[in-house]
C-alpha cells in the first residue's frame, strides 16, 4: 500500500518518463527476488539438509554437501522407531504429548482468566499487579529453578510431571497473560456493560461474551504453548531423571550421548521425528504465529 | 487513591450489601461502592492463579535463593550461614569467570548481528512484492525451532571435523578442521545459530515498518533526501521503540542460552570451556555438583547484571526512542 502511493505520482507525471520507471520498477523486483531467494536459502539449508539425511546411509552424512542422497535408506528410522534402552519411542513421544497438551490446557485456563482481572477488573492494586507481572517477563527464570526443585524434591514430585505443568496452571508464563491482555484491551468495553445490564456477573460476562471472542488469542497461545513445551530441554532435564518418563529431547540427548560418534543416521531420523509436530503446526497456523509475534513486539 | 476506594468500599458495607439488583437501574448512585466491593472480590478471585503462581514459585523462591546464596547446601545436609563466602569464591573462581566472559562476548556480538540481519531482512521484506507475506513465515520458522535438540544436533553435525562447513573451507583452500572442536570457533559457531534464528524480530521491525506514515517518507523525498538520509532521519527515529523493544528482548534472552551449547558441547561445555555459558555453568554448579548455595549466588549475580543492563537501557532510551503520541 505505501509503495503503491510513493510510486503512483512519478509515473503518471509523464509518459515518456514512465518507460524507464517500469523498467527500473522491474530491475527492482528482480533483485528484491535475488536477495529474498538468497536468504530464503540460507535459512532452509540446514533443515532440508537434516531431512535428506535422514534418508541417507549413515556413513555419508557428515561432509556431504548435497542435499540429494545418492542412495535412498530407510534404515536410520527403523534404528530410531526401535527404542532406546528398552524404552519404545513412542514412550517418548506419548510423554512429550501429555507435557504439551497438558501445558495448552494449564496456560489457557490460567492465562485467559488472570487477563481478564487485569484487563477488565477494577480492584485497587491490579496496576502494581500488572507491573509485577510484567517484570516476571525480564527476570532471568533461572533464579527460582533451584528454589523450585528444592521445593518440588522435598514434596518428593521429582520423575513426575507435576514440576513440569504446576507451573503453567498458575500462569507463571507472562508472554501469555500479556498477550490475553493486550487481546482483551482490544474487545469493546460496551459489551461487557450490556452484558452486565442483562445480569451478567464478572464470571458470566468472561465466560459467555469475552472468552468466545478472545478464540484468536487462545489459538495464538495454544500453539506457542504446545511447541514450547514441546522443544523444553531444561525444565525435563531437571525433574525426569528416569528413561520411561523422558520427552523426545530427552530421548534425543540420550541418544547423542550412547551411539558415540558412528550412528549420524539415527540422530538425524530422530531429530526430524521429533520437530514433525513442530513443522506441522507451523504450515497449519503460520499466521497466527506470525502475526501473534508482530503485534506482541508493537504494543510492547 | 487507594484510600478513596477502600473509604468507599467500607462506606457500602455499612448501607447495607445485600441486593446485587439494584446494581443496575435507579440506585446508579449507592451502587456504585457496591460493585466496587464485588469488584474487588472477583478482581482477587480471578487473579488467584497468577497470584499463587508468582507467591509460590516466582516470589517465594526468588527470597529462597537469596537466602541460599549466603549459605553452604547440598540438598541433602541442612544449609549452614557462610556470609559472602560464595560470592567472594565466585569472583574468584577462573571458570565462573570464563563463563561470565563467555557470555558477555555472545550477547555483545550475537545480539548487535543479530537485530543487523532481523532489520536488514526486515527492510528488504518491507518494499512490497509478491510473495512477501511467505517469505514472512518461511524467515520466521528458525525462531520456532532453533532452540530446540534437533538443531543442535544438525549444527553440531554441520560444524564437526569434516562436516559441511569443514568441506567448505577446504574448498576455499582454508585451513581444515571443525569448529565444534576448536576452541576459538565454537563462538562464531554458537553466534551464528542465534543470527539464524533472526526471525522473530523481523516480524516485529516488519510490523513496526509498517506503521510508519508514507507522508513521512514522502515529504523527506520531496526535501531532496535520498534513500539513505530517509534511512536514518525518517525509518530509524520512527522504528526505535520497535529496536528497544527487540534490543531489550534479545539481550536477556542471550543471557539464558542453554540447550544448544549444552547438546553441541555433551553436556561438558568445552573443548576449554568455549561454549561454558553462565546458565550452563549455573547448572552444572546445582545441579551436577549440588552446590545449591554456591549456584544460588550466581543465579542472583545474573539478576542483578540482568536488572542493571534493563535499567542502563531504560534510562538511555529517553536519549534515541522517540515516542511519538498520535501514531497508533
Known amino acids: 500500500m505505501t509503495t503503491a502511493t510513493t510510486t503512483a505520482p512519478r509515473t503518471t507525471v509523464s509518459t515518456t518518463t514512465s518507460a524507464t520507471a517500469t523498467r527500473r520498477k522491474r530491475l527492482r523486483s528482480v533483485v528484491f527476488h535475488v536477495l529474498v531467494i ?20 549413515s556413513g555419508d552424512i557428515v561432509g556431504n554437501v548435497n542435499l ?40 489457557v485456563l490460567s492465562a485467559t482468566v488472570s ?26 527464570f533461572h533464579v527460582v529453578i533451584i528454589p523450585q526443585y528444592i521445593l518440588f524434591n522435598s514434596m518428593g514430585l521429582v520423575n513426575t510431571f507435576l514440576p513440569l505443568l504446576a507451573p503453567k496452571f498458575l500462569a507463571t508464563e507472562a508472554f501469555f497473560v500479556f ?32 472468552l468466545p471472542l478472545m478464540r484468536p488469542a487462545v489459538i495464538t497461545s495454544s500453539i506457542f504453548a504446545f511447541i514450547w513445551s514441546w522443544n523444553d530441554f531444561l525444565g525435563p532435564l531437571l525433574y525426569l531423571k528416569r528413561p520411561d518418563t523422558y520427552p523426545l529431547p530427552i530421548a534425543l540427548r540420550l541418544y547423542v550421548d550412547q551411539t558415540s560418534v558412528s550412528d549420524y543416521g539415527a540422530q538425524m531420523a530422530m531429530a526430524v521425528l521429533a520437530l514433525v509436530p513442530v513443522l506441522l503446526f507451523f504450515v497449519v497456523f503460520q499466521r497466527y504465529l506470525v502475526d501473534g509475534v508482530a503485534t506482541q513486539g508493537l504494543k510492547g | 487513591m487507594s484510600a478513596t476506594t477502600t473509604e468507599r468500599g467500607r462506606a457500602a458495607g455499612r448501607g447495607g450489601v445485600r441486593g446485587t439488583a439494584a446494581t443496575s437501574s435507579p440506585a446508579r448512585g449507592g451502587g456504585k461502592p457496591q460493585r466496587n466491593r464485588a469488584d474487588v472480590k472477583a478482581g482477587y478471585a480471578f487473579l488467584s492463579p497468577w497470584l499463587l503462581g508468582f ?10 535463593s537469596l537466602y541460599l546464596a549466603f549459605t553452604d547446601y547440598n ?29 558477555a562476548v555472545y550477547v555483545l556480538v550475537g545480539v548487535p548481528v543479530k537485530l543487523a540481519a532481523a532489520l536488514a531482512v526486515a527492510l528488504l521484506l518491507n518494499a512490497k512484492h509478491r510473495g512477501q507475506g511467505a517469505y514472512r513465515s518461511m524467515f520466521y520458522a528458525p525462531s520456532l525451532i532453533g532452540a530446540s535438540v534437533s538443531v543442535a544436533i544438525v549444527w553440531r553435525a554441520m560444524f564437526i571435523d569434516d562436516g559441511i562447513a569443514d568441506q567448505v573451507q577446504q574448498f576455499f583452500g582454508l585451513p581444515a578442521g571443525g569448529w565444534v572442536g576448536d576452541p576459538s570457533m565454537t563462538m562464531p559457531m554458537m553466534i551464528l545459530l542465534a543470527v539464524w534464528q533472526f526471525g522473530a524480530p523481523m516480524v516485529i521491525f516488519l510490523a513496526g515498518l509498517k506503521q510508519i506514515p508514507a507522508e513521512l517518507h514522502e515529504a523527506a523525498a520531496v526535501d531532496g533526501a535520498g534513500p539513505i538520509r530517509r534511512f536514518v532521519s525518517v525509518t530509524l527515529p520512527m522504528l526505535s521503540p520497535v529496536l528497544f523493544f527487540n534490543l531489550l528482548l534479545e539481550t536477556i534472552g542471550a543471557f539464558q542460552v542453554f540447550s544448544s551449547a549444552f547438546i553441541i558441547s555433551g553436556g561438558t561445555g568445552g573443548p576449554a570451556d568455549s561454549t561454558l555459558f553462565y546458565t550452563f555453568y549455573l547448572y552444572l554448579k546445582g545441579f551436577t555438583e549440588f552446590r545449591m548455595g554456591y549456584a544460588s549466588a550466581m543465579a542472583w549475580v545474573l539478576v542483578l547484571v540482568v536488572g542493571i543492563i534493563t535499567a542502563v537501557l531504560f534510562r538511555t532510551s529517553r536519549a534515541w526512542v522517540h515516542y511519538t503520541g498520535d501514531v497508533r
Open chain 2, 75 to 103: 540438598l541433602f545436609r541442612a544449609p549452614t550461614f557462610v556470609g559472602i563466602d560464595n560470592f567472594t569464591a565466585l569472583f574468584a573462581d577462573p571458570r565462573f569467570l570464563k563463563s561470565a566472559q563467555v557470555t
Open chain 1, 68 to 107: 540429494w542422497p545418492e542412495t535412498w535408506t530407510l534404515d536410520n528410522y527403523a534404528s530410531a522407531f526401535a527404542g532406546i534402552g528398552g524404552v519404545s519411542f513412542w514412550t517418548f513421544v506419548l510423554n512429550s504429548l501429555i507435557l504439551a497438551v497438558g501445558s495448552v490446557v494449564g496456560i
Open chain 1, 179 to 210: 498477550l490475553m491482555v493486550q487481546f482483551l484491551r482490544g474487545l469493546p468495553r460496551e459489551l461487557d456493560e450490556a452484558a452486565r445490564i442483562d445480569g451478567c456477573g464478572h464470571w458470566g460476562i468472561f465466560r459467555l461474551v469475552l
Open chain 1, 115 to 140: 487477563a481478564y482481572a487485569f484487563a477488565r477488573i477494577n480492584f485497587p492494586g491490579r496496576g502494581v499487579y500488572f507491573a509485577v507481572m510484567i517484570g516476571t517477563m525480564l527476570l532471568p
Open chain 2, 55 to 64: 507467591v509460590l514459585l516466582t516470589a517465594g523462591p526468588m527470597l529462597m
Open chain 1, 38 to 57: 538468497a536468504v530464503a536459502v540460507v535459512i532452509l539449508y540446514p533443515g532440508v539438509w537434516m531431512v535428506m539425511s535422514s534418508f541417507k546411509p
